[in-house]
């Protein structure tokens, strides 16, 4: 069954450092997302991202982040200098064209650890 | 806006017990509604979905009812066993287009054999 990957699983940086995060969505699906977890807490929307531009963000998604569709299969979050409160596990999603109640699937995340 | 929520935990359970999570809802339009799991150190894994008033969602012996009525989507399991262990989330998502999924602060439940 096709699946959402995301590299690393794993990330450890010093505060300040740019960080890129890694998506590799289901292969016939056109909506992408990240979404956020700090330790403990729930899941929080990111961005939204459909026809190579941003559909939507959160005010969580200041001018730290950015995200990118570099090529046909990767979808790219990068926070260009990452901060404590920036720790967290990240997720991204997938969904196919939307009519209304299609489902978002998500990868195994990616736990980012800023020190 | 819209919102979740959902009842604290942790929960814990003897294997074979009764499970329900209770979830209701704050949304604008219609919502599809979800519950999603997380495994110790795993990624949100959709258990089980439903996308319009009444219809029940099932999955690996969980279900829930999507209740327009009192905006809620319970989710339940008859005999609860120690590999359930997880944090479960209830979640919905607007209807079209590009509509991000709002989740619940999530459930941790411990089933004890």
């Known amino acids: 069954e096709p699946e959402v990957t995301q590299t690393p699983s794993h990330q450890v940086t010093q505060m300040g450092q740019e960080v890129i995060l890694r998506c590799v969505p289901i292969?016939?699906?056109?909506?992408f997302y990240w979404y956020r977890q700090i330790l403990g807490q729930k899941v929080e929307f990111l961005v939204s991202f459909y026809n190579n531009e941003i559909s939507e963000k959160s005010e969580i998604f200041d001018d730290q982040f950015s995200v990118e569709r570099p090529d046909g299969s990767n979808f790219t979050l990068k926070i260009r200098s990452t901060k404590l409160e920036d720790s967290a596990m990240y997720f991204c999603a997938s969904m196919p064209l939307a009519g209304g109640q299609e489902t978002q699937y998500f990868g195994p995340g990616t736990r980012l650890l800023v020190l | 806006g819209n919102s979740v929520t959902q009842m604290e935990g942790p929960v814990t359970l003897s294997e074979e017990a009764f499970l329900t999570i209770n979830c209701t809802y704050t949304a604008t339009g219609y919502p599809s509604l979800f519950w999603y799991v997380q495994y110790p150190g795993e990624g949100l894994q959709l258990l089980l979905k439903?996308?319009?008033?009444?219809d029940k969602g099932s999955n690996k012996g969980f279900e829930a009812t999507y209740r327009k009525e009192t905006t809620s989507f319970h989710l339940e399991k008859g005999s609860v066993q120690v590999s359930d262990s997880a944090v479960y989330f209830c979640a919905l998502k607007e209807s079209g287009g590009y509509q991000k999924v709002t989740f619940g602060t999530g459930t941790k439940l411990q089933v004890i054999p």
């Open positions: 292969s016939n699906h056109l909506y």
């Open positions: 439903a996308t319009k008033a009444d």
